[in-house]
């Protein structure tokens, strides 16, 4: 039998740094069966390095080689199969609408209209809700009615603009100025009876961010004018009192249009 001398195990023991507990077999390996006690090699230790670091066993895993041959098991069709959906790259999953490659519903039938990309949603605003809301204290009639108030006031919410209609127009007993974006012949009628003034004022959709959430721009933009003729029209016309017919805009001037880039108009709102 091959026996290993003490000097040799401790050479052992030194190069792999390991705790060593010798068995009965060990011993007699040794020669040294007749110690009661075990020979003991403590482990060293050391700082851990960076560079030592290392992921857990198993959590990276290679990436699968495909393409590169028969002998890989990967080859030609790479695990795929032959023909089908499935085979082809980047169409495993099909997207909404999908019939297997037949004409979708959605392009069998013929569409019918169009989406008028100029299309403002007015909310209506009768003249008795006014009135209501100056009695209950939630509106000023002392200054200026405009889209801001109305919206900070809760009276009626909107994204595009208010239509003011004359619903109740016999409770509207105090004298206002509003600015709207569109109001009727008998709304500014009876407006007007009281001595207060309508004035249809345009916004896009930026200046009435601005209008509504001027917290949200360091420096106010210029408010747009009119995009198309029809609205050009609508705004320059006296009768529908629009703010660019020159009667209006001699005798009054908007406080929620912006007609220059950070007006003073804009910064009074803003305050």
């Given amino acids: 039998m091959l026996r290993l001398g003490a000097g040799v195990f401790a050479q052992l023991q030194q190069q792999f740094k390991t705790q060593l507990t010798l068995g009965d077999s060990s011993r007699r390996l040794l020669g040294t069966a007749g110690t009661a006690t075990p020979f003991r090699v403590e482990r060293a230790t050391r700082a851990l390095e960076l560079n030592e670091l290392r992921d857990n066993r198993g959590a990276r895993k290679i990436k699968k080689r495909l393409g590169r041959g ?13 023909k089908g959906q ?9 997207g909404p609408g999908f019939e297997g490659g037949q004409t979708p519903l959605s392009q069998v039938f013929p569409k019918r209209g169009f989406k008028n990309a100029w299309h403002r949603e007015l909310q209506p605003l009768n ?4 009135q209501h809301f ?10 200026p009615i405009t889209l801001r108030e109305i919206y900070g006031s809760n009276m009626v919410r909107f994204t595009d603009g208010v239509s003011l209609l004359a619903r109740g127009s016999h409770v509207l007993t105090s004298p206002v100025t509003i600015e709207v974006s569109r109001a009727s012949q008998a709304a500014i009628k009876r407006v007007e009876e009281l001595g207060g003034r309508v004035v249809c004022v345009y916004h896009n959709k930026l200046a009435m961010r601005a209008l509504l959430h001027p917290q949200k721009f360091a420096i106010a933009p210029k408010s747009a004018m009119p995009m198309t003729a029809k609205l050009r029209r609508a705004y320059s016309d006296p009768a529908r009192r629009g703010f660019l017919a020159p ?14 880039r950070g007006g003073a108009a804009a910064k009074e709102q803003a305050c």
């Fill in 127 to 130: 003249l008795d809700r006014i």
């Fill in 70 to 82: 028969h002998g890989s098991g990967h080859g030609k069709t790479c695990g795929r199969g032959t």
């Fill in 86 to 94: 499935n085979s082809r790259a980047g169409n495993g999953k099909a």
């Fill in 247 to 260: 009667e209006i805009k001699e005798a009054y001037t908007p406080a929620s249009f912006n007609f220059e």
């Fill in 134 to 143: 100056i009695n209950t204290g939630r509106l000023d009639a002392s200054k």
